[in-house]
Structure formats: structure tokens, C-alpha cells
């Protein structure tokens, strides 16, 4: 089974920038659809962004939309979450999710892989 691994959280000013990443262990990481999803202290784990296959289709939260990007890179086995603009209400653990059910899921459910989380804090 996949294993994912997050990095590339921390620290950041309101309006400043981060990428997170999410490195697979299996080559095959183009079976999986994969997306990320954030959880704040004493709330329930939300939807972010969600990418196909070969990345040629994506949803992102209405939350993010236009701030947020999700990318992958097969080749390197890794999935990537552009964060613009960030918000104090960016704070959150964020966790990279691979599913090997077909279609861009919003309900953390249908994800059966998940990493060990990214801290990313928001600073105002």
C-alpha cells in the first residue's frame, strides 16, 4: 500500500505564501486519486483540493478557490498544494489523502491512504 509523507508547512505571515508536498512511496502513484484536506483544532477534518489521475481534472474547496492550487507530478510521485494570500483561517494540520476510487471525492471516506499531517500556522 502507498505510504505519503507531507511536507513543507510552518509558519507565515497573513498574505504570505507556501507549497506543500506530498512524496509517495510507490511508483504507481497514477493509480490514485489524491487531494488534500485540513484539520483545525476542535474541528472536523475539511476538504481542501482534489486532483484525477494525470491532473487534468481538479476541485478545489469554495474556501480556497482562486488562493489554493493542487498539481501533481507523476514522475516524481508527488502531489504539490500551492497556498497564496493566506488567512489566519489557513491554520490547520493539513493532511495529503490518496484514494483508488474513481472521481474527485470531497468526503474524507473514500480516501483510504493518508499521511502523517503538515503543520501550517497563519499568523495575523
Known amino acids: 500500500q502507498v505510504q505519503l509523507v507531507e511536507s513543507g508547512g510552518g509558519l507565515v505571515q497573513a498574505g504570505g505564501s507556501l507549497r506543500l508536498s506530498c512524496s509517495a512511496s510507490e511508483r504507481a502513484l497514477n493509480n490514485y486519486y489524491m487531494a488534500w484536506f485540513r484539520q483545525a483544532p476542535g474541528k472536523d477534518r475539511e476538504f481542501v483540493a482534489a486532483?484525477?489521475?494525470?491532473?487534468?481534472?481538479?476541485e478545489h474547496a469554495e474556501s480556497v478557490k482562486g488562493r489554493f492550487t493542487i498539481s501533481r507530478d507523476n514522475t516524481k510521485n508527488t502531489v504539490y498544494l500551492q497556498m497564496t494570500s493566506l488567512k489566519v483561517e489557513d491554520t490547520a494540520v493539513y493532511y495529503c489523502a490518496a484514494s483508488r476510487f474513481s472521481g474527485l471525492q470531497i468526503e474524507p471516506g473514500p480516501y483510504d491512504v493518508w499521511g502523517q499531517g503538515t503543520q501550517v500556522t497563519v499568523s495575523s
Open positions: 486532483i484525477n489521475y494525470v491532473g487534468s481534472r481538479i
